[in-house]
């Protein structure tokens, strides 16, 4: 799969950081990884957590790891893979770390890329790898992996997207 453009890159990695964050407190950092051997072992960390965390079914109309056994990364091939952190300790990490992500496939989707937030972060990053990969980019210790973004070009036709269910919306008044 081709490697998205730097432009691109840094377009999304923007639109990240611009995210709204508890308090204007900006604390979510972003590693952008290019490298496909890291990526690729990260990657099977992560489907080994999917694998234990014994998810069920998840899409018959998208492809999941946890549907699809012949997947063998979390990532599923994408060329860029980035990891969003964040200050462990703040009652607001989720939730800011999920806003990033969310600027960040908005942006994607403007310029054309495919993107996908993945889950697993905290899994994934607290092994052995996880820990010295933190380390060698100077990721503060009290900071943790929240989540990913995948970002790269659909080999093939683009998923349609599924018709939304009925009832999910309430007006209380």
Same mark, same amino acid.
């Given at each position: 799969?081709?490697?998205i453009?730097?432009?691109? =890159?840094? *377009?999304?990695?923007?639109a990240?950081?611009?995210?709204?964050?508890?308090? #204007?407190?900006? %604390?979510?950092?972003?590693?952008? =990884?290019?490298?496909r051997?890291?990526?690729?072992? =990260? #990657?099977r960390i992560?489907?080994a957590?999917?694998?234990?965390?014994?998810? #069920?079914?998840?899409?018959?109309?998208?492809p999941?790891i946890?549907?699809?056994?012949?997947?063998?990364s #979390? @990532?599923?091939?994408a060329? +860029?893979? /980035?990891?969003?952190?964040?200050k462990?300790?703040?009652?607001?990490?989720?939730?800011?770390s @999920? /806003?990033c992500?969310?600027n960040m496939?908005?942006e994607?989707?403007?310029?054309?890329? !495919?993107?996908?937030?993945?889950? %697993? !972060?905290?899994?994934?990053?607290? +092994?052995?790898?996880? %820990?010295?990969?933190?380390?060698?980019?100077?990721?503060?210790?009290?900071?943790?992996? %929240? /989540?990913?973004?995948?970002l790269?070009?659909?080999?093939?036709?683009?998923?349609?997207? *599924?018709?939304? *269910?009925?009832?999910?919306?309430?007006?209380?008044?």
């Open positions: 799969m081709d490697q453009t730097d432009e691109e =890159l840094n *377009k999304i990695l923007e990240g950081i611009y995210a709204p964050s508890a308090g #204007g407190g900006q %604390r979510a950092m972003i590693v952008a =990884l290019q490298n051997e890291i990526s690729a072992e =990260l #990657g992560n489907v957590a999917m694998k234990l965390a014994k998810v #069920g079914h998840v899409s018959s109309e998208q999941s946890i549907d699809d056994p012949t997947l063998p #979390g @990532f599923y091939g060329p +860029t893979v /980035c990891v969003i952190f964040h462990e300790s703040n009652i607001y990490s989720m939730p800011d @999920f /806003c992500a969310e496939i908005l994607a989707a403007d310029l054309n890329v !495919a993107s996908a937030i993945i889950g %697993r !972060a905290e899994q994934t990053f607290d +092994t052995e790898l996880g %820990r010295k990969l933190m380390k060698e980019w100077d990721i503060p210790q009290d900071y943790i992996a %929240r /989540c990913f973004v995948i790269g070009y659909i080999d093939g036709p683009y998923p349609s997207m *599924k018709p939304r *269910k009925e009832g999910r919306i309430r007006i209380v008044r």
